[in-house]
């Protein structure tokens, strides 16, 4: 894949709450009200987990659909603690109830959604660089 880098925005939006805008889509990210936010929509760690949740359910409903079973009730949940220092997620649980499966098909479909674009990125974290703009404040 020599495709250019995708790219993400997150932006402010006042008080905790930003809009995070990904290919047109808006989405936006905000804190519990316990921790000093508006409570408006999940928090970043959330999204995190949420997309591992979407992204085994992907691989899932197409395994399924390939296979000719059913992808009604099929439902992927993730829970997770935390751990700290540094403060992270430190333990994600995931359950995946895929009710058509067989007991043929079973063993094929575990290795199939294990191997999620999320999972695998998980598995063989990316270099992360983080590089501030240069600007000056005006005073």
């Known amino acids: ?28 990210s905000d804190q519990p009200v316990e921790d000093g936010g508006g409570d408006t929509a999940p928090t970043p760690t959330e999204m995190f987990v949420a997309s591992l949740a979407g992204c085994i359910g992907f691989y899932a409903e197409r395994f399924l659909r390939r296979h000719g079973l ?21 333990d994600i649980e995931v359950n995946v109830d ?31 660089r983080i590089h501030l703009a240069h600007r000056t404040a005006v005073v």
């Open 98 to 128: 895929a009710p058509s499966l067989t007991d043929g098909n079973r063993e094929a479909f575990g290795r199939v959604i294990e191997h999620c674009t999320v999972h695998n990125t998980l598995r063989r974290p990316p270099a992360v």
């Open 70 to 90: 059913a992808t009604d009730a099929l439902e992927v949940t993730c829970s997770y603690r935390w751990a700290e220092n540094p403060h992270r997620i430190g």
């Open 1 to 28: 894949m020599a495709e250019g880098p995708a790219v993400i925005r997150a932006t402010h939006e006042g008080g905790d709450r930003l809009l995070v805008t990904v290919r047109g889509h808006r989405i936006y």
